[in-house]
């Protein structure tokens, strides 16, 4: 058994997606629904640090109040885009999965069967019909 969480959005085709190639690959996710249950400050920082890539990687732009707050400035530190996304968890990016082997952000969705075990046979396309595994589970390439 693999113990893995989804940072999800229901809302969120990408995030749904996410969640389905999870399950697809025989895996029930702990899913936390951010919006409802946002991550503390301390683990968003764990979470990023655990990625690898700045925290602004991880930010959102798209329909949300990034602008409005001037997220752009290069000026402002981590712990000023923490107090945002503290205040504002729809600027964190979704959905972000953690496994043991490793943390991403899963934009493309698929970049999640990296942190995954082999799915079994099966196809799976994504909500759009786009083919992601084909019938022997094997990836396919865009």
């Not at 058994?1 to 809302?11: C, F, K, L, R, S």
């Not at 697809?24 to 899913?31: I, R």
């Amino acid at each position: 058994m693999v113990d893995v969480v989804i940072y999800h959005n229901p809302a969120c085709g990408t995030s749904r997606n996410t969640l389905a190639l999870i399950r697809h690959c025989g895996v029930e996710p702990h899913v936390v629904e951010y919006l409802k249950s946002p991550p503390s400050r301390i683990m968003v920082r764990n979470l990023v640090a655990r990625m690898g890539v700045p925290l602004r990687d991880v930010l959102r732009r798209k329909g949300t109040p990034f602008d409005e707050l001037g997220l752009d400035d290069p000026d402002l530190d981590d712990d000023a885009l923490l107090d945002a996304v503290a205040a504002h968890p729809i600027l964190l990016n979704r959905p972000i999965v953690v496994s043991p082997l490793g943390v991403r952000l899963c934009r493309p969705s698929e970049t999640v069967l990296d942190l995954l075990p082999p799915p079994g046979p099966g196809m799976f396309r994504k909500e759009d019909g786009e083919v992601i595994l084909d019938a022997d589970g094997r990836r396919v390439s865009a």
